[in-house]
C-alpha cells in the first residue's frame, strides 16, 4: 500500500508563494501519476494539478500560469509551487496518487493540509 503525507500549508497572505510537498511511503511496484487536489466546506474534490510519470502535466485553469507541479523521481514527492495566492485559493488541498501495488492499480490520498489566504 502507498501513504502520503502532505507538508507546507498554513496561513499565507495574499500573493505569497508557499510550497507544498507530499511524501509517499510504502510498496508498490509502479506510480503512474501524482496530483494535488482541494476541497473547500460543501463543494466537491477539485483538480488542481497532475503529473505523469512521463513528466506530463495538466492544471485546472484557475491555477494555470501561477500554480507549478514537480516531482523528484529519485527521491519520490511531488511538489506544488503556489504563486500569487488569492483568497479563493483557500482550502484543504489534498496529495494523490495513482499507483499500482500487490493489491492492483488503486488511487491513495494524503490526509490533507490547510492553506488559508488572509492577510
Known amino acids: 500500500q502507498v501513504q502520503l503525507v502532505e507538508s507546507g500549508g498554513g496561513l499565507v497572505q495574499p500573493g505569497g508563494s508557499p510550497r507544498l510537498s507530499c511524501a509517499a511511503s510504502?510498496?508498490?511496484?509502479?506510480?503512474?501519476?501524482m496530483g494535488w487536489y482541494r476541497q473547500t466546506p460543501g463543494k466537491k474534490r477539485e483538480l488542481v494539478a497532475t503529473?505523469?510519470?512521463?513528466?506530463?502535466?495538466n492544471y485546472a485553469d484557475s491555477v494555470k500560469g501561477r500554480f507549478t507541479i514537480s516531482r523528484d523521481n529519485a527521491k519520490n514527492p511531488v511538489y506544488l509551487q503556489m504563486n500569487s495566492l488569492k483568497p479563493e485559493d483557500t482550502a484543504v488541498y489534498y496529495c494523490n496518487t495513482r499507483a499500482f501495488t500487490s493489491s492492483g492499480m488503486g488511487d491513495y490520498w494524503g490526509q490533507g493540509t490547510q492553506v488559508t489566504v488572509s492577510s
Open positions: 503529473i505523469t510519470s512521463g513528466e506530463s502535466t
Open positions: 510504502g510498496s508498490w511496484f509502479r506510480i503512474t501519476a
